[in-house]
């Protein structure tokens, strides 16, 4: 079982949401957009939960609604037993009545206070007895490595370091929920690279809850133990980074989570989870996900990824082997990537090492079975 499996099968839900809505409104009243729309969601305790999806589906605003930043149509919050926000038992409770801290993407640190100043603020606030604050400001700054910058500024320091004085501050309390609302988009690739693994090292060491909002898929397979793609305001799929990447429950999540290779199919036989269907590929065997409401002559569309497909020289001769001949070859530095033309279908093809193929050979393209999910043909692609 996985870490991510672990979390979820033995926590209890520390934050609690249901049937949560949210609009904005024009001037004259008129609704504008539900980016929050009847959403119901746990969030259990230790864990670290991803809300992803592309700028405009609800996923800043469900966080705000969380923080008490936003205050919702309807529906119902509840955090470590307490209600937040209950539309029916009119509950409102302001930020910081909420046992959270926020991290922003624009850090929101004070430029006149030192570091020091800045990560003691909210002890301070809070009231926390004077004599406890320095030791608690230093051990928050010597668990993000910054022991010796505590009389510095904000302005004086780098974009990185900034970003760990926000996480250093938001876990100085020993708050049990923290939110990120992306947080490290304004700092480069490298350094966004080694934060990650700071944060989910630090988050496995206090074990706090953690809900981060990002558009970057990359990132958030890094960090989260389940991942909620959101769309249009709702949660499109939930699961594991492994569950939403190998068997997404739509082409909206297939297409969002990584590249993929899309093919229009007819079904033929089904047996159990395996669909049998017929393509412009040719014959194929689809041996993933939910078989339930699909019968024979149904319109579906079959996923398969780069990476689970195969180059051999020859002729096709199994299940989901098509012949077809390289239309283009190219080094990205972790793999080779290829585009074969199968029909009047150009489908892609990732190796880590270069095959002896180059544009124009003839190949069979391969992919197994159990790496072919099946999806509604109805389901629109995340461009629409």
Known sequence: MSHADTIHASSTSLITIRNLTKQFKRRSGASVVVPVDN?????????????????????????????????????????????????????????????????????????????FENIAYPLRSRKAPKEGVRQRVM?????????NLERQYPGQISGGQQQRVALARAVVCDVKVVLFDEPLSNVDAKVREQLRLELVELQRRLGFTGIYVTHDQTEAMDIAHRIAVLNNGRIEQLGTPREVYAEPSSRYVAEFIGSANFVSAKVLAVDGEKLTVTSELGTAVAGVGSTSGIAVGSEVTIMFRPQAVELVAGTASADNQWP??????????????????????????????????????EVAVVTNPKNVVALPSNDPDIRS
Not at 139 to 147: I, T
């Open 39 to 115: 959403v119901s969601l746990d969030v259990h305790e230790g864990e670290f939960l991803v809300l992803l999806g592309p700028s405009g589906c609800g996923k800043t605003t469900l966080l705000r609604c969380i923080a008490g930043l936003e205050r919702p149509d309807g529906g119902a919050i509840s955090i470590d037993g307490s209600t937040v926000y209950s539309s029916s038992d009119k509950v409102f409770a302001s930020p910081s009545e909420r046992s959270l801290s926020m991290i922003f993407q624009s850090y929101a640190l004070w430029p006149h206070m030192t570091i």
């Open 139 to 147: 051990d928050a700054l010597d668990m993000v490595g910054l022991a």
């Open 324 to 361: 077809g001949t390289i239309h283009t070859a190219k080094f990205l530095g972790a793999h080779w990537q290829y585009y074969v033309a199968v029909g009047e279908q150009l489908i892609q093809a990732w190796s880590p090492n270069r095959a002896p193929f180059a544009e124009g050979d």
